[in-house]
């Protein structure tokens, strides 16, 4: 398994001047993120204090795979968000 941190920009749908909170479909993204969550394959994730996106760090076999399961989440599939993966290393997790 590798490990991929995810970072969300908005997309094209997403509304300026309106804050994360206030984005439509954006509880869809949190209840993605905490199913994911209960399975397993996220291990934190949340939204940036500036509006401008949020972070989650995904466990996945690879980044094919990755790309499989972020395209269940409608945010992303309607172009509310975008995002950008990077795998990486967590030698410092607790």
Known sequence: MTFFAVI?????????GRAFQEQD??????????EQFDHRRVLIAG??????????IFECASSDELVELLQEDTTIAQNL???E???????FIR
């Open 8 to 16: 969300y920009r908005p997309g094209s749908n997403w509304v300026q």
């Open 47 to 56: 939204p940036f204090l500036d509006d401008q996106g949020g972070i989650g």
């Open 25 to 34: 479909r954006i509880v869809a993204h949190r209840d993605f993120l905490r």
């Open 85 to 91: 993966a990077h795998p990486c290393a967590l030698p």
């Open 81 to 83: 968000l975008a995002y």
